[in-house]
């Protein structure tokens, strides 16, 4: 067999690993009356993946947060609006610290010191005519002091976020 084959074949094998890890640029994701445009995640402050392929991660992550909108936009918004979003910037409760080799990845350390956060514009929509619509800077600095917390749901933290967003931010003006 030829020399210069058997060097090539592990870096064709690394591109065909890194393609398949390679996410969407803005990927977008609708459960029943929320749509929104994750605008180029690999730009995000932090959402980074502790043991997972990060473009698995980030589909999960998108998909999970887009449904718990949903349940919290049905019950504002009326019969045929929509809520849309464009996402520019998510912050993750927590922060990633490296193991040093002492697990396999590295680990999420969720304190007060680091709140989930988010930036995103939107709108609420009705057939074709904008309701409501503004650009918005979220942060929840008692994210840890929240009874809510006191699940194991995915995201939990983020969830509340836009929670609270929609009921004190959208709802009234609604």
């Given at each position: 067999?030829?020399?210069?084959?058997?060097?090539l074949?592990?870096?064709?094998?690394?591109?065909?690993?890194?393609?398949?890890?390679?996410?969407?640029?803005?990927?977008?994701?609708?459960?029943?009356?929320?749509?929104i445009?994750?605008?180029?995640?690999k730009?995000?402050?932090?959402?980074?993946?502790?043991?997972?392929?990060?473009?698995?991660?980030?589909?999960?992550?998108?998909?999970?947060?887009?449904?718990?909108?949903?349940?919290?936009?049905?019950?504002?918004?009326?019969?045929?609006?929509?809520?849309?979003?464009?996402?520019?910037?998510?912050?993750?409760?927590?922060?990633?610290?490296?193991?040093?080799?002492?697990?396999?990845?590295?680990?999420?350390?969720?304190?007060?010191?680091?709140?989930?956060?988010?930036t995103?514009?939107?709108?609420?929509?009705?057939?074709?005519?904008?309701?409501?619509?503004?650009?918005?800077?979220?942060?929840?600095?008692?994210?840890?002091?929240?009874?809510?917390?006191?699940?194991n749901?995915?995201?939990?933290?983020?969830?509340?976020?836009?929670?609270?967003?929609?009921?004190?931010t959208?709802?009234?003006?609604?």
């Open positions: 067999m030829n020399v210069k084959y058997l060097l074949a592990p870096v064709l094998v690394c591109q065909v690993a890194l393609a398949e890890d390679a996410p969407e640029l803005n990927p977008v994701t609708e459960v029943g009356m929320v749509k445009e994750w605008q180029t995640p730009d995000f402050r932090d959402i980074k993946t502790s043991n997972e392929l990060q473009s698995r991660f980030e589909n999960r992550l998108f998909e999970t947060l887009t449904k718990n909108i949903n349940k919290q936009a049905e019950k504002i918004l009326k019969p045929g609006q929509t809520l849309q979003m464009q996402v520019t910037n998510l912050d993750l409760a927590g922060d990633m610290r490296p193991t040093f080799g002492a697990t396999p990845g590295d680990l999420r350390i969720v304190k007060d010191l680091y709140p989930p956060r988010a995103f514009s939107y709108s609420v929509n009705e057939g074709d005519k904008v309701i409501i619509a503004g650009d918005e800077k979220i942060i929840d600095m008692s994210f840890m002091n929240n009874t809510r917390n006191f699940n749901r995915p995201f939990q933290y983020e969830t509340n976020l836009f929670d609270d967003w929609l009921q004190k959208v709802a009234p003006k609604l």
